[in-house]
C-alpha cells in the first residue's frame, strides 16, 4: 500500500550527562524511508554485536546514507546528516549471521558521530513529520494518487493511508526507482509538501531527470556509483 500511520519515536540508548539519544549507526548504499521494511544480512562480527546489543535493549538501528564522494575501500564510510531508525521486527541467527528484518520508523538528524566501540554510534535529533500547508499538502498527495493510479497501480482510496499526505510521500520516495542523491534530498525534505511536488515531477518525467524544488545539496557532495552491499539483502 501506498503509505502507512506515523510511528512514534523509537526506545533509543540515552547519555547519561544530557539525555540525548545516541543509536548505532549503519552507514549503507541505501536510503530508508518511515514506513518501509528493510532486510540485513549482518555477518560481520562488529555488526553482530551491534544487533545483540540492539535486540537485547530495545533500540533501533540507525540506517543511513553512506556520502557518495567518499573512496570505495575505507573501513567506515562517513554518513549523511539525516537518516532512519529502524526497528527490527523479525530476527534469525543462523550460524555466525543474522538475517534481520526491519522497519522504518522516524527521521532522524545526525549531531555528533561516535567510533569508540566496534561500529558507528551517532547522537540524533528525532525528525517532526510536518505536513506543510494542510490544505496544499492534501491536494498533492490526492494528485500524485491520482497518477499512479493511472499507470495501472492499485490504490485504496478508503485507507487511512491514502489520506496521509506524509505517509504518501514517504511512500512515494521509498517505492519509485529514483537515484540514491534524489532519494536522499526526499528525505531531507522539511515537509510533504515539499516532498510531493518532486515526487510528482519524477512521475512526470518519467524519471529522466532529478526533480527541482527540492533542498539543495551542500557544496562538495560529490557522488560515486552505488555499489551492493553485503549486509543487505539487495
Known sequence: GWGGRQPKRPR???????????????????????????????????????????????????IVLARQDQPDDLVEYEPEAVGTAARIVKSEKVGDQYLLETLGLVRFRIH????????????VEWLEEEEGDPEMASRLAQAVLARIEASGADV???????????????AIASTLPFDLPTKQRLLEAP?????????????????????????????GRGRRDPTPDPRTNR
Open 12 to 62: 533509543a540508548g540515552r547519555r547519561p550527562a544530557d539525555d540525548v539519544p545516541r543509536i548505532p549507526c549503519l552507514p549503507l548504499d541505501v536510503v530508508l524511508c518511515p514506513g518501509e521494511l528493510f532486510g540485513l544480512n549482518i555477518f560481520e562480527n562488529r555488526y553482530g554485536l551491534m544487533t545483540e546489543e540492539c535486540l537485547a535493549e530495545d533500540i533501533p538501528i540507525g
Open 156 to 170: 485504496d482510496w478508503e485507507s487511512n493511508e491514502a489520506r496521509d499526505p506524509v505517509a504518501i510521500s514517504h
Open 112 to 123: 555528533k558521530v561516535y567510533n569508540d566501540k566496534p561500529y558507528q554510534e551517532a547522537d
Open 191 to 219: 515537509d510533504a509538501q515539499t516532498r510531493l511536488p518532486a515526487a510528482a515531477e519524477i512521475l512526470h518525467a518519467g524519471l529522466r531527470s532529478p526533480p527541482r524544488g527540492l533542498p539543495p545539496r551542500p557544496p
